[in-house]
């Protein structure tokens, strides 16, 4: 039997869905697809209602994406591999960068790199935002199975036809926004959206001309926008700028390598003829526009291309292809359907300058390797309740009384943090307490210090964190020393991809006093 994906592609004027048919021995093609506009529907929520009344489109699930300018972007390294520590860590990173509360947010991450820890590209949403997407689709009798980020799946389709070492640019350039989205060997860089679109064009040519919007829609729809060259022309060389200036602070941050080696171009914005020119000239590398059907081997029903335009549909089928598709893409449901997994959510209370490495340092006295993490779902909490009880009692045996196991690991933080342990004789667990001790309490508040790890290997202790800059990090070493407590401090510093910041290793051992 085969077995049928539906893609949907909300935008801002135009609602797009391809029914994607996979047969038993691995061949796909187009069995149905739909595009409404939204406006002469009467709305978003009309033009779902076309939808749903289209009997063949109606599916189990569905797969979609929700617009770049509804995210926040990432760069965050971690000095582990391991997935379950990285979802663990996340929170803890992304706090304070992003502009949400951590317990109100969906996070998901792409690995870019994992030769020394994980180099990851991470992407945070609220969680109302995608809770208003599904159950907007559920409303219709759609059932969201996967939400990326949109052009995205594009990028990914577009990528296995990309050769390697080009770093190449997609921009969909929608109604109203546009977005780019930077990959290259493979993996999704960056993405970027844009207050530029074919609406930008449309309203240059109605003020040219002095006609209304609609009346210039109309003529751009039917080519007729060459009379408004100038003002056209004047409008997206803005957006060039715009794009340009992105992209040199991109490389200044490292999150790039350079320039642009190509660019392509998808969405309907982009079926204005000169925009493709104008880019080329612009960066001085070629620019082509994408075909999904093309780069995945597949045509409309009947092997028709006849009223299919790739540049409108190609997002929705790209969507269609996730399931099938081997490339990197984002999932805010993790599951699919209502199962969506839950934000990251610390729920110790606890916003300290030392708390992510003060927590680790709890664990490694015990010998664990283990980091609280709760989660939003509100259906677990009494299982987590209990399982932060076993681990209170398991890493702190003389706790014989348990009421609030949040509460209780903040004043067993807080007491770690104010221990202070006379050097001579001193056992790692509290070597490890007394190198907490002086990193809060002499480390320069300027410094701007974020722990990462916290070693111990016999008499070698390890420290490694990111500082706001190589000075700072300087600092660290300088306040270290002052203390006499440490033998050759070695540091090494590198550059965080994050302005200025650094990333730094701090090795020592304790000083032996006679």
């Not at 009344?53 to 926040?72: D, G, K, Q």
């Not at 972007?73 to 000095?79: E, H, I, M, S």
């Not at 997609?170 to 930077?182: C, N």
Request: aromatic share 6%; with cysteine; charged share 25%.
């Amino acid at each position: 039997m085969a077995q049928y994906i539906l893609g949907i592609d909300v935008g801002k004027s135009c609602l797009k869905a391809v029914l994607l048919e996979a047969g038993l021995r691995g061949g796909m093609r187009i069995a149905a697809w739909e595009k409404v506009e939204i406006s002469a529907a009467g709305g978003l929520r009309e033009a779902l209602r076309r939808l749903q009344e289209i009997p063949i489109l109606a599916v189990p699930s569905c797969h979609t994406s929700i617009a770049a300018r509804a995210f926040s972007f990432r760069n965050v390294k971690l000095p582990f591999r391991d997935r379950k520590k990285i979802c663990q860590t996340l929170p803890f990173e992304l706090e304070g960068r992003i502009p949400h509360p951590a317990e109100s947010v969906l996070i998901d991450f792409l690995i870019l790199d994992q030769a020394r820890g994980s180099d990851l590209f991470t992407a945070v949403i609220p969680r109302a935002d995608v809770d208003e997407r599904i159950s907007l689709l559920s409303d219709y009798g759609f059932e969201a199975e996967t939400i990326d980020v949109d052009t995205v799946a594009v990028a990914a389709r577009l990528m296995t036809a990309v050769p390697a070492e080009t770093l190449a640019l997609l921009l969909d350039v929608g109604a109203a926004e546009t977005t780019g989205v930077f990959f290259k060997g493979g993996k999704i860089l960056q993405v970027r959206s844009f207050p530029f679109g074919g609406d930008s064009i449309t309203h240059a040519l109605s003020g040219a001309l002095g006609i209304s919007f609609s009346d210039a829609e109309a003529r751009k729809k039917r080519g007729e926008a060459a009379v408004a060259e100038e003002e056209i022309t004047e409008a997206c060389w803005k957006f060039f700028a715009t794009l340009k200036n992105t992209i040199r602070s991109l490389r200044m941050a490292g999150l790039v390598a350079g320039e642009p080696d190509a660019v392509w171009l998808t969405g309907g914005g982009a079926l204005y003829r000169k925009l493709a020119e104008d880019l080329s000239r612009t960066f001085a590398v070629p620019v082509e526009r994408v075909n999904v059907t093309q780069l995945a081997g597949i045509k409309p029903v009947g092997g028709s291309d006849a009223g299919w335009d790739s540049m409108i549909m190609n997002g929705a089928l790209a969507l269609a292809l996730r399931p099938v598709s081997k490339g990197p893409g984002f999932d805010f449901l993790q599951g699919g359907g209502r199962k969506r997994r839950e934000a990251f959510k610390l729920d110790l209370g606890i916003n300290l300058k030392w708390a992510g490495a003060a927590a680790a340092l709890i664990f490694m006295l015990a010998g664990a390797d283990l980091t609280l993490s709760y989660y939003a779902d509100r259906t677990r909490l009494d299982q987590l309740r209990a399982e932060a009880t076993s681990l209170l009692q398991k890493n702190f045996p003389d706790v014989t009384r348990v009421v609030d196991p949040a509460q209780q690991f903040r004043t067993r933080i807080a007491d770690a943090r104010r221990l202070a342990a006379a050097t001579r004789g001193v056992t790692s667990g509290d070597a490890v307490l007394v190198v907490m001790k002086d990193l809060s309490e002499q480390a320069p508040e300027s410094a701007e210090v974020l722990l990462t790890a916290l070693l111990l290997d016999g008499d070698r202790i390890d420290v490694r964190g990111e500082a706001s800059s190589a000075e700072a990090a300087e600092s660290i070493k300088k306040a270290l020393e002052a203390t006499g407590r440490y033998a050759g401090i070695a540091l090494r510093f590198e550059s965080a991809g994050q302005g200025s910041r650094v990333e730094f290793e701090l090795k020592t051992t304790m000083a032996k006093k006679p």
